[in-house]
């Protein structure tokens, strides 16, 4: 069976850091392109990031960058997001995700696979 | 405020057929394919189409999607109460080294 599980979350103070960590299994997890997404209490899906399977070639959110950083660990079958200067905007459920397909037309963005979710709550 | 555009909310009664719009521009929809994703409450979201019309394994017929220029569209025919749900829309955008963006979600409802 295809799962993520993410893990990590909790409560941080402004300002303070929190590592997440998503394991993957049932699938070839070093083909594939992997996302975190989020969603703040009562609102919508936010992208976050996402990084490239052979290459590893990052992208962020502007309201992230600098401050986020996804990483992956292929040989652990496992997603990060190391998460610094933390701000109550934050706050968040935070999903990883993967995608449908390794190559070609939605290989970035089409996330057939998610994750249960962890609670990132930013408070003082 | 989502870089695609969506209703906040939608509504048909069983049977009935719905559209949910989103509108986006010429950096995301125009040049990119769009995904669809229902959201039950309390639950992770789930890929309902993508490529602008093809559906994952598993997801009913009853639901289609369309592109055209910097719009989509996902219709739901048949309506059923197990429809009712959050949709979002959602397709790469080019600009700033290339993003993700979703529409900020329609809620449906079943009368």
């Known amino acids: 069976e295809v799962q993520l599980l993410e893990s990590g979350g909790g409560l941080v103070q402004p300002g303070g850091s929190l590592r997440l960590s998503c394991a993957a299994s049932?699938?070839?997890?070093?083909?594939?392109?992997m996302s975190w997404v989020r969603q703040a209490p009562g609102k919508g899906l936010e992208w976050v990031s996402t990084i490239r399977s052979g290459s590893g070639r990052t992208y962020y959110a502007d309201s992230v960058k600098g401050r986020f950083t996804i990483s992956r660990d292929n040989s652990k079958n496992t997603l990060y997001v190391q998460m610094n200067s933390l701000r109550a905007e934050d706050t968040a459920v935070y999903y990883c995700?993967?995608?449908?397909?390794?190559?070609?037309?939605?290989?970035?963005?089409?996330?057939?696979?998610w994750g249960q979710g962890t609670m990132v709550t930013v408070s003082s | 405020q989502s870089v695609l555009t969506q209703p906040p909310s939608a509504s048909g009664t069983p049977g009935q057929r719905v559209t949910i719009s989103c509108f986006g521009s010429s950096s995301n929809i125009a040049r990119n394919t769009v995904n669809w994703y229902q959201q039950l409450p309390g639950t992770a979201p789930k890929l309902l189409m993508y490529n602008n019309n093809q559906r994952p394994s598993g997801v009913p017929d009853r639901f289609s999607g369309s592109k055209s220029g910097t719009s989509a569209s996902l219709a739901i025919s048949g309506l059923q109460s197990e429809d009712e749900a959050d949709y979002y829309c959602a397709a790469w955008d080019d600009r700033l080294n290339g993003h993700v963006v979703f529409g900020g979600g329609t809620k449906l409802t079943v009368l």
């Open positions: 049932g699938f070839t997890f070093s083909s594939y392109a």
């Open positions: 995700a993967k995608p449908i397909t390794t190559s070609g037309v939605g290989d970035l963005d089409a996330y057939d696979i």
